[in-house]
């Protein structure tokens, strides 16, 4: 299990912030874990538009945290309705596992998808 040991090396692989629609959220790695022990990140939309991932973590579980909060985020900005927060979490915990999941077993995917979005490049 590859973790990373300091805050230095995780800072360096997480790019400093991310535009999801209309809004830049900045991307906060912190070695202290937030109140709520079970949170590996959290989402702060108003006003500063920042994501935070918490504590040390496995890099799958990392890129887990990392794409839930950014599915909070999406849902965020187009305004994607659920009844309440509860039907949010859940659908935002699946999909993210399964994104992931995705990813993890098909690594040439992202290249491909990348290709396809930014041919010129």
Not at 36 to 41: A, Q
Not at 42 to 66: M, T, W
Not at 72 to 85: A, E, R, T, V
Request: charge should be positive.
């Amino acid at each position: 299990m590859k973790t990373y040991k300091d805050n230095m090396c995780r800072q360096k692989k997480l790019p400093k912030k991310i535009k999801i629609g209309y809004a830049e959220f900045k991307l906060r790695w912190m070695a202290k874990k937030s109140e709520n022990p079970v949170d590996l990140g959290e989402l702060e939309y108003q006003p500063n538009h920042v994501i935070r991932l918490f504590g040390k973590q496995e890099d799958s579980e990392f890129a887990n945290s990392l794409m839930h909060e950014v599915l909070h985020g999406i849902n965020y900005i187009f305004d994607i309705p659920f009844k309440n927060s509860r039907e949010e979490e859940k659908y935002v915990r699946h999909s993210a596992n399964a994104l992931i999941t995705v990813f993890k077993d098909n690594p040439e995917l992202l290249d491909v998808l990348k290709a396809y979005l930014h041919p010129d490049k």
